[in-house]
């Protein structure tokens, strides 16, 4: 590994707090920066290392905040810069790092730039930020291309002209409050660079980029080879029919879990032009030389692309320190396909010299539990597959709840927040399932997440046997599965293996081996419980029976012998 091998990221385990849904310290519903000050405790209780803040920035929060309108500055709802400071302090004094999120692809339709663009005329300096074109067809009255937007509909908005009569279009390829910006414009560049030693320089230790992969646009925005938005549409019904068809098994057992296969499955079609354009690795090497006049820094991107070579170009020593692979949160429950999904972020991490960055869980993907089947079962299988995802070479993060083994539960209509709802004509319910506040203590809604009633999405009474209060005092809890694999992961020198090879499992399962110290781990998957390879047994997601290690379950432990 040449990225940094010794650096403290290449192993760290991070958690990502959805600001929104972590904790409220002022009582108005929304999570702020205070809330996560309190809690930092927690994190530290759990042992993770760095924690990942989703965007806190000044927004109309059409899209829950990544709709940015000043990046420099923090939203009222979340506090204020001097809650950032005394955040930073207080995690750095508890040895927890922290990293920021930034929008580089678009602004929102508020911020200065965008405001300023709109009474211009075509072809002004103001309107050369974004991606201002003509339309086609008589009139201009047709979108300039093809192209879809991620929550829906075309990704073109018509704007009046300075005379007021129908004008130009602008680009948005997530909501319309979302104006991409045109990397081809220096100052686009010039702008991000100065947000980034904004946040390092008030102590930030590093970014997660928001759709890394976006940003550069291919010359003359050609349209998609065929409608993207169709192309779309597939990519997102084959994750929710993979997710209802695990569900279907055992839908009955799932109680009051949301119905499986919601939310936003960003578009990982290949050959799709608005996204993974080769420009964009010109921008990743501007972001890199910014971000190394800070020694220690770290960037990891959202990279939405599954061909290896083109996810591992990112990865390159010049640009992305980390990105999130999703193979593993796309993958099915079966013992071929996550053995496969491991490979191919091992491998593809590899061929650049680079740490991988498991991830099974976050704001725009159904939760584990529910993606799983939901349920008694959803929740085994979430445990098992944390478990082991713990113990492989690299670094993690954990989404807030994922250590609760939440399940989604659905928000009624007339709570939806999420773009996609209104987007997609009400078909398509979005994420709001997902980002519900965190159950923390006490029997009745809001759990201890706000001192208010009301919250921002509703809290459910389903959460009531789920708050970290009752998880803490029950030592076969998610909670404490995963605070002992973190414990184990930092003290256990096995722990520090990083080859990986896979050998023999009973039908259903799949087992790898890290070396030198022969940590192993095994997933059962299969149709009945199994015996363990022979060894000494550090952890189990679920007790072993007579020896045995059940369906749907995981165990780690250490081989005694050398296996082929
Ligand atoms: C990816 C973020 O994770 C998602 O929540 C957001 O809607 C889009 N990028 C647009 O910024």
Redesign the pocket.
């Known amino acids: 590994m040449h990225q940094g091998s010794d650096s403290w990221w290449t192993t760290a385990v991070g958690y990502q707090v959805y600001i929104r849904s972590f904790a409220d310290s002022d009582g108005d519903g929304v999570g702020d920066l205070r809330g996560i000050t309190e809690h930092l405790g927690y994190l530290e209780l759990i042992g993770i290392q760095v924690v990942w803040i989703t965007p806190f920035y000044r927004s109309p929060m059409a ?2 905040g ?1 709709d940015v309108s000043d990046p420099r500055e923090v939203d009222p709802a979340f506090g204020t810069l001097q809650d950032f400071d005394e955040l930073i302090a207080e995690a750095h004094g508890r040895g927890l790092k922290v990293i920021v999120d930034v ?1 580089p ?2 602004t929102s339709e508020q911020h200065r730039w965008f405001r300023d663009a709109l009474p211009t005329a075509p072809g002004s300096p103001e309107r050369a930020r974004y991606l201002f074109r003509d339309g086609a067809g008589d009139g201009g009255d047709a979108p300039p291309n093809n192209w879809a937007s991620v929550f829906g509909g075309p990704a073109w908005h018509r704007v009046p002209g300075p005379d007021g009569a129908p004008g130009q279009w602008y680009l948005h390829i ?1 909501a319309p409050e ?1 104006p991409d910006l045109d990397w081809t414009n220096a100052e686009v560049a010039d702008d991000l660079h100065a947000t980034l030693r904004f946040w390092l320089d008030r102590g930030a230790d590093g970014f997660r980029i ?2 890394a992969h976006g940003m550069a646009k291919p010359p003359g925005l050609p349209d998609a080879p065929e409608d993207s938005a169709a192309a779309f549409d597939q990519v997102q019904a084959a994750a929710d029919s993979a997710a209802a068809d695990s569900a279907a098994a055992d839908h009955a057992a799932a109680g009051s879990d949301a119905e499986p296969g919601h939310g936003v499955v ?1 578009s990982t079609v290949d050959e799709d032009p608005r996204f993974d354009d080769d420009g964009v690795h010109e921008i990743h090497r501007g972001i890199r030389k910014v971000v190394d006049e800070y020694p220690d820094a770290v960037t990891v991107g ?1 990279v939405w692309v599954s061909e290896p070579e083109r996810f591992a170009a990112y990865l390159r020593p010049d640009e992305l320190h980390q990105a999130f692979d999703f193979s593993l949160i796309e993958s099915e429950f079966t013992a071929a396909a996550l053995q496969q999904a491991i490979e191919k972020t091992l491998t593809s991490a590899a061929s650049v010299g680079a740490s991988p960055v498991w991830t099974l869980s ?3 993907v159904a939760r584990p539990v529910t993606r799983f089947g939901g349920g008694e079962r959803g929740l085994l299988r979430a445990r098992a597959l944390l478990l082991l995802e713990l113990a492989l070479p690299g670094s993690v993060y954990l989404y807030n709840g994922e250590e609760l083994g939440l399940p989604d539960v659905e928000v009624p209509d007339d709570r939806l927040q999420d773009p996609t709802w209104e987007r997609s004509g009400h078909t398509e319910r979005g994420r709001d399932a997902i980002r519900l506040p965190m159950p923390w203590e006490g029997q009745e809604p809001p759990f201890g997440f706000s001192s208010g009633p009301s919250t921002w999405l509703p809290s459910p009474q389903e959460y009531a046997p789920l708050t970290v209060e009752r998880q803490l005092d029950d030592p076969h809890s998610t909670l404490n599965l995963v605070r002992a694999a973190i414990e184990l992961r930092a003290e256990h020198p096995a722990f520090s293996g990083s080859t990986v090879s896979w050998y023999g499992a009973p039908e259903g399962c799949f087992a790898f081996r890290r070396d030198p110290g022969g940590l192993a781990g095994v997933l059962n998957a299969g149709d009945g419980p199994v015996p363990l390879p022979p060894g000494e047994i550090l952890l189990t997601s679920t007790p072993l029976v007579d020896g045995l290690l059940p369906v749907d379950s995981s165990a780690l432990f250490l081989a005694s012998a050398p296996t082929d």
Do not use: C, I, R
Request: proline letters at 7%; glycine letters at 0%; zero cysteines.
């Open positions: 899209d829950a990544y929008v692809n678009h997530f979302q928001d759709v960003p959202e976050n704001h725009d």
